[in-house]
């Protein structure tokens, strides 16, 4: 059983700093990618930034310059740091990742149960 647990989500004042993480834990052969994608009520889900498993990361242009993607030593935990966070970056925030669940066979989508944050002063 494959998991994603995500952490770091809460409040935050405008212009403030947040780190998110999120782990994936249980048995599988390799992560090809992972990313964070964020969702407010009403819309659909958007891809804020993703890295592969070498670390080559890829922003949304409305995340350039102010989110910051990266993945632990052993690639198994992605990180997105908020940085000068404004109102509008409130919303879930869901972690992504492309896992191999046994060599030569295709890989599966897994999501994280998301985690809230909220930008206001």
């Known amino acids: 059983q494959v998991q994603l647990v995500e952490s770091g989500g809460g409040s935050v004042q405008p212009g403030g700093s947040l780190k998110l993480s999120c782990t994936a834990s249980g048995t599988f052969y390799s992560i090809y990618d992972m990313a964070w994608y964020r969702q407010t009520p009403g819309t659909q889900r958007e891809l804020i930034a993703s890295?592969?498993?070498?670390?080559?990361?890829n922003y949304a242009k409305s995340a350039e310059g102010r989110f910051a993607i990266s993945l632990d030593d052993a690639k198994t935990t992605v990180n997105l740091e908020i940085n000068n966070s404004k109102p509008e970056d409130t919303a879930v925030y869901y972690c992504?990742?492309?896992?191999?669940?046994?060599?030569?066979?295709?890989?599966?989508?897994?999501w994280g149960q998301g985690t809230q944050v909220t930008v206001s002063s």
């Open positions: 890295i592969t498993k070498y670390g080559s990361p």
């Open positions: 992504h990742a492309s896992i191999f669940l046994k060599p030569r066979e295709r890989g599966y989508d897994y």
